[in-house]
């Protein structure tokens, strides 16, 4: 279903209202609905039931809540800039981008007179939105040689496989695992995706499939579990993900199921590639299976599909009402399964060594403020 007047961000601030806006990814694809997050607890709320989701935007969003705080709170103190940053660092807890963006907010309002604070927390939020959006848009610059050179050796399309939504939904614009897709049909390759459903929440069936239709990007959405037919068939080129935080060894974590697509590329000779803003590295972790917590959701987006029937959304129980289910929302693949990443300075190989090479600059950071 295509929207007219689709926004080319899934989150911004109306000055009319003072309130920061978002797509609610929930409703998608069949409906596009607008909601406004005009307090903290809203803000929160957006994030932990995921009407925003993708670690970018999960950042973007907790940034414009530190600006929510300072402009409900008037001249917020010390005290309370630190309490209501505390609640938004919490709100989700596996993607980093969220600690980065209201810690970054943090220390420079800290530093900032509290009469000054509500437009330093709107011009900072904003600026961080656009950073990401630019981080993505050099992913994709950097990104595209790669499947040029696969498009180089045959004939047909290029044939990607991606999981999960790192889209422009999920990453401000261009996106992330996207960005090279976005760049290569630019430039006139033709591109093929193959979207893993992803399951549960089918962020790929739901979110993928419509930003690929909306640019016009041919795909076919499979379920989760036919990727490995299709590497050993030779129908995948390359994979290309997401993720929502990656050590500073190469570690990734990702949308449950991740793990099970690097096995698959790793036995079937398919370059396995993670595509990220290094606002997305973990500086601080070095064994993502002990150190990064994997959140548990609730079993019911596990127990109930949604889905469109009769011109209205509906939700339907699968499984016995009296069995139970488990919601593990990530997994982690190790390096030694990770071809490179794909960032705003360059591609990289998946080795401490590789990313510190392309990120010198990057230190352990001080202890949280």
Known sequence: MAFQDVPSRPIWFDPASEAVQVIDQRRLPHQLVV?????VDAVIEAIVEMVVRGAPLIGVTAAYGVYVACRTAGHIDDDRLRHECARLRAARPTAVNLAWSVDRMLKTLLATPPRQRRAAALALAATIADEEADNCRRIGRHGLPLIETVAAKKDGPV???????????????????????????????EVHVWVDETRPLNQGARLTAWELAQRG?????????????????????????????????????????????????????VPFYVALPSSTFDWCLDDGLAQIPIEARDPDEVRYVQGWADGRSVRVLVPPAQSPAGNYAFDVTPARLVTGFITERGVCGASPEAIRNLFPDRHRPSAQI
Do not use: F
């Not at 496989?161 to 976005?182: D, F, K, M, Q």
């Not at 036919?226 to 060894?249: E, P, Y």
């Open 35 to 39: 909601m406004d997050l005009s307090t």
């Open 159 to 189: 044939n990607v496989l991606t999981h999960c939504n790192a889209g422009w939904l999920a990453c401000v614009e261009y996106g992330t695992a996207t960005a090279p897709i976005y760049a290569a049909v630019e430039a006139g390759i």
């Open 217 to 269: 990007v041919a795909h076919t959405v499979i379920t989760d579990n036919a990727g490995g037919h299709l590497m050993q068939h030779a129908m995948v080129d390359l994979v290309i993900v997401g993720t929502d935080r990656t050590t500073a060894t190469g570690d990734v974590a990702n949308k449950i199921g991740t793990y099970l697509k690097a096995l698959a590329a790793r036995d079937n000779g």
